[in-house]
């Protein structure tokens, strides 16, 4: 039996040679042992967290860090029926969702839904709104984490609007945001307002992770 | 002094002294290219979907621009969702930014199979290459116009979507080189349109080759080779722009692609790039343009002194941002500034900054 470790190294390397019989081979071998918490703890977050920081060091591409998303995703559709999500207690304590504000560039957003979606989150997924439309979405549904991706520097800057409607509704919604002009600019998501950056995938899973513990501690 | 180019001091044309920098010689200072779009529009006080509706907007705002801000080019490019309005995209245009594609034009592989080569002279393309003609005929050959193509391995990004167009590299490859093949032949007329027009040189904007976005088995083989063939059928000077991508990586790549400069990413050093470009390929940039919204003056020049300490010596460097498109919210006052520390401490032989 390949060691805990091994198994994740072998997992990021089919992932990102988007081998995807590869990676179900070693998906499928660790379920065997593994409850489908316990894979996603010990499989899918550690290898996607790797790919982040890859991305980050620039040792790996945005385009390997979409289609793995999109295979730990794939592989997580496996499980049979019966089998509850991963993590799907976090779903009874917080409400999220994802969107994008006046931007024409979803890849961001359907990276991060991807991670979410392959870590066993629920979410709703506003597609590409306004700032009022956001602020209207986020009080009918309830959200208290609301994930924002932005390609375009104008669209991050909408982020500022929707803080202000939020405040003025009262709204205490955690706003998490992430993308290309929060990389170049590392304090321009204070400056929009927002409560946490996620300069990748894996940590805006992270960021929510750790505010769902947070609550259920509260 | 003011010379035949009607800049304050110089002793070159902005046209001599690019020409200097990228024969890696030092001209009278480093060439500075504000690559200002949008800007032109707040000059004119129109909307921006206004100012880009019609070339003698652009033409007017290009040359205030210039005469502003002292710097070394016309850079009369539009914005980059008009390629795939011209193969039938339509355009989001908004007050505060640059437009985006908004309708994809591929939505099957159908609409790959049929895909044509739209006409240049008969599409909203026209409109550039009209802006070009009328500034070569006040610039003459004293300052550098900039034609710009995106490469045709990244306007498929706005084809068809980032997604649709990853999962089509990797998934369907003879697809993926029907498409190539069809964007490669837009990109060589559409290139060559502008240098019959006027322009002195193309900039080839290609941010999938940065290794930022596409593996290396992606990149290397395939963004390489089709740089290569692209830009040997380009009919001028070319410059490879990876968009605010990494290069340091690839510096050997893009100078195998015979092109004569790299825009370089703020997200790495300038010395550190030097090192491996010096007397073989000039650099462009790297300005953070995203930070320089909320720049002072004083940032401004401490950026442009760093940038020029970095790069500036033995030539092969005109100052600029790091993306190729300056933001509309950045200010005239930092743009002022910039212009300015560009003027001061770029005089060679560099002074001990």
């Not at chain 2, 009369?76 to 908004?102: C, H, L, Q, R, V």
């Amino acid at each position: 039996m390949i060691s805990e470790d091994n198994e994740v190294v072998e997992f990021v390397e089919k992932l990102i040679e988007i081998d995807r019989l590869g990676a179900e081979q070693i998906f499928n071998a660790v379920r065997e042992q593994r409850n489908m918490s316990q894979t996603v703890d010990h499989l899918i977050l550690p290898a996607l967290e790797r790919i982040g920081q890859g991305w980050e060091d620039g040792s790996i591409a945005l385009a390997q860090v979409y289609m793995s998303s999109r295979i730990c995703e794939e592989l997580m559709t496996l499980i049979p029926f019966p089998e509850p999500p991963a993590q799907a207690q976090h779903t009874e304590h917080a409400r999220m969702a994802i969107a994008v504000l006046d931007d024409y560039h979803l890849l961001g957003k359907i990276i991060v839904s991807s991670c979410l979606r392959a870590s066993g989150y629920t979410f709703y997924d506003y597609g590409r709104v306004t700032a009022q439309e956001l602020a209207n979405k986020i009080q009918e549904d309830s959200i208290d984490i609301i994930l924002i991706s932005a390609l375009m520097f104008r669209s991050a800057l909408q982020i500022k609007e929707l803080k202000r409607l939020l405040d003025q509704a009262g709204s205490l919604t955690h706003i998490v945001v992430g993308g290309a002009p929060f990389r170049f600019d590392s304090l321009l998501w204070q400056e929009v307002g927002a409560d946490a950056v996620g300069t990748n995938a894996t940590e805006a899973v992270a960021i929510i992770t750790s505010y769902m513990k947070q609550r259920s501690q509260t | 002094m003011t010379n035949t180019n009607g800049q304050q001091g110089a002793t070159m044309t902005s046209m001599e002294r690019v020409l200097t920098t990228l024969g890696h010689q030092e001209p009278d200072r480093v060439p500075l290219f504000l690559l200002v779009t949008m800007h032109g529009a707040k000059e004119l006080g129109l909307s921006i979907q206004e100012y880009f509706s019609k070339a003698e907007y652009v033409v007017e705002g290009q040359l205030r621009l210039r005469e502003k801000y002292q710097h070394d080019c016309l850079n009369p490019f539009f914005y980059a969702a008009m390629e795939t309005e011209a193969f039938g995209a339509e355009t989001i245009w908004f007050k505060d930014g640059p437009p985006n594609s908004g309708s994809l034009i591929i939505r099957s592989e159908k609409d790959i199979r049929t895909l044509q080569v739209p006409e240049i002279e008969d599409s909203c393309l026209n409109k550039v290459l009209d802006a070009i003609r009328s500034l070569k005929k006040v610039a003459k050959d004293e300052v550098p116009i900039l034609g710009v193509v995106l490469s045709p391995f990244s306007l498929p990004v706005m084809q068809m979507g980032f997604a649709a167009y990853i999962e089509l590299m990797y998934e369907q490859p003879k697809l993926f080189h029907q498409l190539i093949e069809v964007n490669q032949e837009f990109c060589v007329r559409w290139a060559n349109a502008q240098v019959q027009a006027g322009a002195t040189a193309i900039c080839y904007f290609d941010p999938l080759t940065s290794p930022s976005m596409t593996a290396p088995g992606v990149h290397l083989e395939t963004g390489f080779r089709i740089a290569k063939e692209t830009l040997t059928q380009i009919e001028s000077p070319t410059a490879v722009h990876l968009a605010s991508g990494r290069t340091l990586s690839i510096v050997e790549n893009v100078i195998a692609t015979g092109t004569a400069v790299l825009g370089i990413s703020a997200m790495e050093d300038l010395a550190e790039v030097k090192a491996v470009c010096r007397n073989r390929i000039t650099m462009l940039g790297n300005l953070n343009g995203i930070e320089m919204c909320r720049w002072t003056p004083q940032q401004a020049e401490e950026k442009v002194k760093e940038a020029i300490k970095k790069a500036g010596a033995g030539g092969g460097f005109i100052l600029s941002d790091n993306h190729g498109e300056i933001p509309w919210q950045v200010s005239d006052e930092i743009l002022l500034a910039i212009s300015e520390a560009a003027h001061q401490w770029g005089k060679y032989p560099i002074r001990d900054l």
